[in-house]
């Protein structure tokens, strides 16, 4: 945890910098320990924590829901995808978003009922052109 204080703190300091620092956690996390990934993912919810633009929050809720994915954190997962949608700015993130989290609820958590309830939604409707 000592590592998530510090990375917080930094990020803190110099939030255009969270992408570079983001990028680096995940490239380092790709073989590590189930104590390094927990450690990351503690340090990703530090960096959603903070008031930085939009984007680098995707980026660290997005990276979190991969390491809880790894982890078998079915609950934080979907959590996480919960959070990524009411970030989402376009219908077709919204609809995969929808799918992945439906998923989730289904096959990982047996709440079948949330799950299809989750891909009734109505997204917006664009317009055909053909």
Known sequence: MDAARALAARVAKNPPGVLRMTKRLLREGQHASLATLLEMSAAFQAIVDLKVPARDTVTAID????????????????????????????????????????????DKLGRYPDAIDLLEVDLPRAEVVF
């Not at 990524?84 to 992945?100: C, M, Y």
């Open 63 to 106: 990276a979190i829901v991969r390491l809880n994915a790894e982890l078998e954190r079915w609950p934080e997962v979907e959590e996480g995808l919960r959070r990524l949608l009411t970030l989402a700015d376009d219908d077709e993130t919204r609809a995969s978003l929808l799918g992945r989290t439906a998923a989730v609820v289904g």
